[in-house]
């Protein structure tokens, strides 16, 4: 990577509508993270009804990271576009790919029920260049290899969160 510089374009002040993502840089000893949010809607492309979705996004950064706020302004865009759930996880992950050149992208999509189905779906990016040479010259590989297993099989099945009060 040519050592990217953040970028923060929202944090801080008054901005409703997505202008791009903000980043910062990777804190040591941050290798994975993983992003929830249940609160996003787009519209079906056929009928133009709202659907409703449940997003998760893993990835694992390498100098850069998302800040939450343009995350959300970019997750808000697609309440205005016609789009099939697997259409937007497809986009997601390769635009979060795009902003931070991480190793591994993955977003999980889970639409919630409407008409009795629900429809989950889940897209993957990779820069294979990136992980073999991580691999070859860090220590702690093992545990980097098992998150990037977890980015690529987003096995957990995906939730909404659970609040206590």
Same mark, same amino acid.
């Given at each position: 990577?040519?050592?990217?510089?953040?970028?923060?374009?929202?944090?801080?002040?008054?901005?409703?509508?997505?202008?791009?993502?903000?980043?910062? &840089?990777?804190?040591?000893?941050? #290798?994975? #993270?993983?992003? @929830?949010?249940?609160? @996003?809607?787009?519209?079906?492309? +056929?009928?133009?009804?709202?659907?409703? %979705? &449940? +997003?998760?996004?893993? %990835?694992?950064?390498?100098?850069?990271?998302?800040? =939450?706020?343009?995350?959300?302004?970019?997750?808000? =865009?697609?309440?205005?576009?016609?789009?099939?759930?697997?259409?937007? $996880?497809?986009?997601?992950?390769?635009? /979060?790919?795009?902003? *931070?050149?991480?190793?591994? !992208?993955?977003?999980?999509?889970?639409?919630?029920?409407? $008409?009795? !189905?629900? /429809?989950?779906?889940? =897209?993957? *990016?990779?820069?294979?260049?990136?992980?073999?040479?991580? $691999?070859?010259?860090?220590? !702690?590989?093992?545990?980097?290899?098992?998150?990037?297993?977890?980015?690529?099989?987003?096995?957990?099945?995906?939730?909404?969160?659970?609040? =206590? %009060?």
């Amino acid at each position: 990577m040519k050592n990217k510089k953040p970028r923060l374009r929202s944090l801080g002040k008054k901005v409703t509508s997505f202008e791009g993502f903000d980043t910062f &840089l990777r804190p040591a000893n941050t #290798v994975f #993270v993983s992003c @929830i949010s249940d609160e @996003i809607t787009a519209n079906c492309p +056929v009928t133009n009804q709202p659907d409703w %979705y &449940l +997003v998760e996004i893993r %990835y694992m950064p390498d100098e850069l990271c998302i800040e =939450s706020k343009s995350l959300k302004l970019y997750l808000h =865009s697609f309440r205005n576009e016609g789009m099939f759930c697997e259409e937007m $996880g497809s986009r997601i992950a390769t635009h /979060i790919m795009e902003a *931070v050149e991480a190793y591994a !992208v993955a977003v999980a999509i889970k639409q919630k029920s409407r $008409g009795g !189905v629900s /429809i989950v779906s889940r =897209s993957y *990016v990779e820069n294979t260049t990136k992980i073999e040479k991580y $691999g070859q010259a860090n220590h !702690v590989w093992t545990i980097w290899h098992h998150n990037l297993n977890c980015i690529r099989s987003c096995s957990t099945p995906i939730q909404s969160p659970t609040y =206590s %009060y």
